[in-house]
């Protein structure tokens, strides 16, 4: 070999070590978060994770973006917001490469492997999960209040009825004893008024709350609703009206262990749902065809230390605010058996929802830039129920009591999770890449679960009625839901 050839190869030695150096120095999309894959502790961190990760390495020049690896300023090219938004996901990136023993970790946060999963979390935007919820719980709630109604139409129910507040969860209050005292006191049905307008007004006062799971936030909430109607009874079969309805619900994320959230959603919305109601005999059915609109004020905090003297730690705050909107069918029908002051009544229902939850951005008070955009969601809610009441009624020297147990089997066809995906504002102009969406992936709904309600209703004079009742929701995961309800109604 001459000396020229192997002067030239050792100059390609040089340049081929040159090389594999720079590459080892140089940022790609499977470094650093893509490396801790599979060793976070739920989906919601490894989401973030591969989001994280992916904003990170769009912002870098060498794949196009405008921000240097290194870059400890604000430039002409990479300032204000975007800047912000490359030093957080940055951090997280070197965190990652710290843990793992392999990359650069001058702006590493210094946290282990959970300290990082935390702040991962926090980034993650999982709280938007709960705007579905309260949409269904909203809308059951106004169905419920038109079951009660229809229940009292059945029986030849007239005037305006004014019935109290409950203590509840979504479920309106209901007195199913008084519509049957009629009968049960040996009443004709020829006794009855078929014809003319008659009116009603619902409340109910709720609180509940929800376990933190792997995919969802821990929440509290509380809030009232009120509803209010006209029906017109046709003839002794056919009844047709509308319910108005209107709700207002707090929601207090709660910080559960290693399950970080803070903030919370506020939320108002108002229902209309015009129903007909047939009976022949002792069989009825029931029709309804609702729409609902739930507006969202969400205000979500991003909050972690950082261990590295030299890199800051994040505190931040974004708000937001969306609408849902929602089609509800609502069908149901069953039969009345009576055996003297006994009353038994089995019943089926089917209640379809339709929803959809607009697309909305972020405001990040604190200019941090981890504001979202979370891309519009749709989904469906198809529930089935089997159940019946039964009621016994006897007399006293001030009126008439009707002590009463409601079992009810509930049934969900379309228990799946869904994903609700959303990316960083200041990443819009890429945000048709799927890599840098956050993925994040709903719990299940429950397929089955059972309602019991135990209470009684009374009958005074002068067509003053009251009831009181207890509630509780059996075999629903991660939720608690008790029932406590009375009220008052006055016919005339």
Known sequence: MSAHGAGSTGRNRHLLAALVCALAHTPSATAG???????????????????????YDALLVNNGGNCLAAQRAPTAQCGGAEFELFTGTRSLVQTANEIAGEGPIEFSLGLDLSGLGEALRWRAGEEFAGQGSLTTEFVNGQLSGLASRVSALRFGATGFALQGFDISTGELAQQPGAPHLRHALGASGDDENYGGWSGFL?????????DATGNENAFDFEGYEVSAGLDYRLNDQWVVGGVL?????????QQIDSFVVDGGVET???SIAPFVLYQAGDYFATAS???????FETNRFIKYPSLNPDVFGTNSRSV?????ATLSVFVSGGYTFYFGGFIVEPFVSVNYLDITVDAFSEQDLFGESTDLRVEEQEFESLEGSLGAKFIYAFSTEWGVITPYVDVEWRLQFEDDSRIIEASYNEVAGIADDASVKFQVETDELDDEYFTISLGAAMAF???WQGFVSYRTIEDQENYSHEVISAGVRYEF
């Open 33 to 55: 978060l893509n490396d801790l894959q599979g060793q976070f502790s739920n989906d919601v961190e490894e989401s973030s994770a591969l989001a994280n990760q992916a904003t």
């Open 202 to 210: 619902n409340g109910s006062y709720g609180y509940g709350d929800k």
């Open 245 to 253: 309805g209107y709700v207002e619900r707090e929601v207090d994320f």
């Open 268 to 270: 108002d919305g108002y």
């Open 289 to 295: 065809v609702g729409y609902q609109e739930v507006s």
């Open 320 to 324: 937001s605010d969306t609408d849902s």
């Open 461 to 463: 004079a002068q067509g």
